[in-house]
């Protein structure tokens, strides 16, 4: 063979090129999934008649006309509830996919550290006693208590893995049974508030358990919206710094990297991401996994490429998984939390039996 | 270019493993640090690497403090190559030598930087492999990958701890030659080694260390006496000279 044909100069043009193609496929998947999703439903309505609604809230709204039928079927249910979808997909999923190259393990994500959990238990303190809080401080909005005890417990969670893997490493054994047992510890707590809370209160938690997007609406949109933005845009700043955490910390600090302050940073803004999208959805499983493997099965392990390409993966599969959890036996939903453990059993056996090693190492 | 440690200790916990110890390393010199298992060799190469904070006192270069410069300034300077090469595994062998240029890059990598990535692959022979995952390359492979990622580093000072541990012979030689060939490039090496033979021809100068402490540091001739192995090692060692050669082995019939 000749230099050229050596060159890694055009290896690495040729990977920069296929990468940047991925992603660009991914975003074209997720446009049409949105489209898609705009449409579905039972409320059957035109792509053309879709698209007349957007343009005209967009562009010539008129606040004291009333809202039409369609109009209330797009703009109050479909879009807040698509893109509540879509932002939860990516932060689990990029979230996923920061915490697997902090800790250097493949296995971890917020549903298997037990973050969802926390995160969960969290949140329904907050629909338990979030009216207590907001009596007493009146400027704190519900959503705002919601997101707020997500994330705390949330981060206790994360803070709990992490002092557990500095004392006995970050063993996939480890941390997945550390995962497990806080897991096991919220879903107390949570049986405990159900016990002792009222009927309304209780059918609040329970749907939030079953985990879908059920608390849709354009005031979660705009709560989430932001802060998984801010987090996304960080923690892809960071892409390179995560790169050479895979060398080990040793050389990641030669290479000048402040690998605790990156690690500790990482995590909080991971778990921030994800803790205020999951106080809206209740526990979503799975993704935080799949979309970073398929990322990396894909395009590698670049994580200026896997970031981004993960949060088009996860968006894609949480918000489709959601539109046929709304459309399959209309006009009766099932918790879209359902469909992503069935998706998630049948990837992992899939990985398992395949044994795709440069995932699974 | 000269860089200096100044008394330096480092301590795990309450447990100091490196006593004080002083050198001084400049371009073009190779200084070999030889010592028994425990020493602390490894824990002061990862000191004057940056990768742990020494206990006391200073490291420099050019007389200028490290800790008055930023770790990417740093980590211009100074390139490590560690004894476990165990991680990257599901990586291929651009993406690791890639990773050498984080000191100089903000996101994308420019013409420059590929075109020293290229050079660094090329002058350790791994450009072939450049799409092959680590854990499928040869030991002797994965440590020139290695040495390429610090190459593409682009250091002035280059720190290897054990490079040669896992080798055959043939390697061991090849390693050898590629820091001789660093050194005639003005780059100042450390190396810890084992291998007293390899210490003996390979090095300018040698630090000897012992329970932390560096016993003693100067030419190999210097440091590398008979007594004074005896006395750091416990085993009796015969040194034999032919021609320009010197061969070290133990005295079997006193083992």
């Known amino acids: 063979m000749t230099d050229s044909e050596h060159s890694s100069t055009l290896h690495y043009f040729s990977h920069k090129r296929r990468n940047l193609v991925v992603l660009f496929l991914f975003v074209l998947i997720l446009f049409a999934s949105f489209v898609y999703a705009l449409q579905a439903g039972s409320y059957a309505l035109s792509y053309g008649h879709i698209f007349d609604i957007i343009v005209q809230a967009l562009f010539h709204s008129d606040d004291s006309a009333p809202l039409s039928a369609e109009q209330i079927v797009i703009l109050g249910f479909r879009l807040p509830r698509i893109m509540l979808a879509i932002l939860t997909g990516m932060s689990l999923a990029v979230a996923g996919c920061v915490m697997q190259a902090l800790l250097r393990n493949p296995l971890v994500s917020p549903f298997t550290l037990g973050l969802s959990s926390a995160a969960s238990f969290g949140a329904a303190v907050a629909i338990v006693f979030g009216a207590a809080l907001t009596s007493v401080i009146p400027i704190l909005s519900e959503n705002a208590v919601i997101v707020g005890f997500a994330f705390l417990f949330g981060w206790l969670s994360v803070l709990f893995i992490y002092a557990i893997s500095k004392m006995k490493g970050s063993s996939s054994v480890t941390l997945i049974l550390s995962g497990v047992v806080i897991g096991y510890i919220f879903t107390a707590g949570v049986m405990v508030l159900k016990y002792i809370t009222n009927d309304e209160k209780l059918r609040e938690i329970t749907l939030w358990l079953m985990g879908g997007m059920w608390g849709a609406n354009w005031d979660a949109v705009l709560v989430v919206a932001p802060i998984t933005l801010v987090c996304l845009l960080w923690l892809e700043s960071k892409a390179w710094d995560l790169n050479t955490l895979s060398a080990g910390d040793d050389v990641a600090k030669n290479l000048g990297v402040d690998v605790e302050w990156l690690r500790f940073t990482g995590l909080f803004v991971s778990t921030l991401a994800s803790s205020a999208c999951l106080a809206f959805t209740g526990i979503i499983g799975f993704i935080g996994l799949m979309a970073p493997h398929i990322g990396r099965m894909l395009i590698g392990n670049d994580n200026r490429y896997l970031i981004p390409c993960s949060a088009c993966i996860g968006a894609v599969i949480l918000l489709l998984s959601d539109t046929v959890a709304r459309t399959i036996f209309m006009p009766v939903e099932i918790p879209v939390g359902v469909i992503m453990y069935i998706i998630g059993g049948v990837f992992f056996m899939f990985l398992i039996l395949r044994g795709h090693h440069r995932v699974m190492q | ?255």
Not at chain 2, 111 to 121: F, R
Not at chain 2, 150 to 172: R, V, Y
Not at chain 2, 220 to 236: H, L, N, P, Q
């Open chain 2, 1 to 255: 270019m000269i860089f200096e440690a100044d008394k330096i200790s480092v301590r795990y916990g309450s447990h100091e493993v490196v006593h004080q110890v002083s050198l001084s390393l400049r371009s073009g010199e190779v200084l070999c640090v030889i010592g028994p298992n425990g020493s602390g060799k490894s824990s002061l190469v990862k000191a004057l690497a940056g990768v742990v904070d020494p206990f006391t006192g200073r490291l420099s270069l050019d007389g200028s403090p490290l800790s008055s410069r930023s770790r990417k300034e740093i980590a211009k300077h100074i390139g490590y190559v560690p004894q476990n090469l165990h991680y990257l595994t599901s990586s291929t062998v651009l993406e690791v030598v890639i990773l050498g240029r984080r000191p100089h890059v903000h996101w994308s990598l420019s013409l420059h930087d590929l075109q020293v990535v290229e050079e660094a692959m090329k002058r350790v022979h791994v450009s072939h492999l450049a799409d092959k995952l680590l854990s499928e390359t040869s030991g002797g492979e994965r440590q020139r990958v290695f040495l390429a990622r610090t190459l593409a580093q682009e250091p002035d000072i280059f720190l290897f701890d054990e490079p040669t541990s896992s080798l055959d012979i043939k390697h061991q030689i090849e390693v050898f030659s590629m820091i001789k060939w660093l050194s005639a490039l003005g780059k100042a090496v450390l190396v810890v080694v084992h291998d007293l033979n390899f210490a003996y021809h390979f090095a300018d100068r040698v630090l000897l260390m012992h329970g932390g402490h560096g016993v003693t540091l100067g030419k190999a001739d210097d440091v590398m006496t008979k007594e004074r192995i005896f006395e750091v090692y416990g085993v009796s060692m015969e040194f034999l000279r032919s021609g320009s050669n010197m061969y070290i082995f133990p005295e079997w019939d006193k083992v």
